[in-house]
């Protein structure tokens, strides 16, 4: 199927409250609405670090019943995790737990995973894209600063690409940029194209 994505043939949702998500989208060009939905986030203990935001978008798309949403509905729900030598680095509870985290990951290469569900009445699909991203050696003074001014406690490893420490420690990045925002657009774009082959 070739089409533009403003007339993409189903109602796309997105089932995320992410304002990065949402800008990429936007960004890809689709109209969609978004409905966010609580959920837990739970996962099996022994579930290798790299499969758990496949595992929980599948499980944040279970959250919803498509026999209530009109017909045509293509539901998108994403998990975006930071991983440093195999222990994920969840959202920090506050100052100092997003302080403790961007000390670990200063001066290393850390690996950005966002899984992603797509699914309508009939059919679903998952992926999960990795990108490697490598900051140099951060200064306190810089983590303090980002910290105190960005407030980054709903950002996976405590901090966002995007923002200004992005633009001051990031070295080098091996994979997609956008991937690290939140959504692998290049694949999410082809996915949703191919969805009906």
Partial sequence: MTVKPEDFPYRLVLGSGSPRREELLKKMGFYFDIVVKKNEEIFPQNLPAEQVPEYIAKQKSQCYNLDEMPEKTLLI?????????????????????????????????????????????????????????????????????????????????????????????LERIEGSFFNVMGFPTQRLYVSLMEFDN
């Fill in 77 to 169: 729900t994403a998990d975006t995790l930071v991983i440093l030598d195999g222990k994920i680095l969840g959202k920090p509870k506050d100052k100092s737990e997003a302080i403790a985290i961007l000390k670990e990951l200063s001066g290393k290469t850390h690996e950005v995973v966002t899984g992603v569900c797509l699914r309508t009445k009939e059919k679903e699909k998952t992926f999960s894209i990795s990108s490697y991203v490598s900051f140099r050696v951060i200064k306190d003074e810089e983590i303090l600063y980002y910290v105190e001014n960005y407030k980054p406690y709903d950002k996976a490893g405590a901090y966002g690409i995007q923002e200004w420490l992005g633009f001051i420690a």
